[in-house]
């Protein structure tokens, strides 16, 4: 069984930075193919971003290319999204998922455990 817990959420001004943070319990985090997405208020769940296991392989959706950066420290079992020029629009629950698939890509169908997410706001 997966654990996933997310951290860093908060209120920001446009324009200003955030780093979520990702915490997993699980045994061989580096074989787990990681992402993020989030979901506002009346919108269906979206892909954000996805690092592969050894985090070499990146993948963003094009409304945060530039903006948002995905990493992770397997050591410490743990994944971020640093999200820099943050606009009204980012606004959302952000959600850290993990997959089997050490290169899950961004259907949100390869995601099996899910963390309770955190909320971002962002205030213009």
């Known amino acids: 069984q997966v654990q996933l817990v997310e951290s860093g959420g908060g209120l920001v001004q446009a324009g200003g930075s955030l780093r979520l943070s990702c915490a997993a319990s699980?045994?061989?985090?580096?074989?787990?193919?990681m992402g993020w997405f989030r979901q506002a208020p009346g919108k269906e769940r979206e892909f954000v971003a996805t690092?592969?296991?050894?985090?070499?392989?990146?993948d963003y959706t094009s409304s945060v290319e530039g903006r948002f950066t995905i990493s992770r420290d397997n050591a410490k079992n743990t994944v971020y999204l640093h999200m820099n020029s943050l606009k009204p629009e980012d606004t959302a629950v952000y959600y850290c998922a993990a997959s089997p698939n050490y290169n899950a890509g961004l259907v949100k169908s390869e995601y099996r455990y899910w963390g309770q997410g955190t909320q971002v706001t962002v205030s213009s």
């Open positions: 690092i592969s296991g050894s985090g070499v392989i990146t």
């Open positions: 699980v045994r061989f985090f580096s074989s787990y193919g």
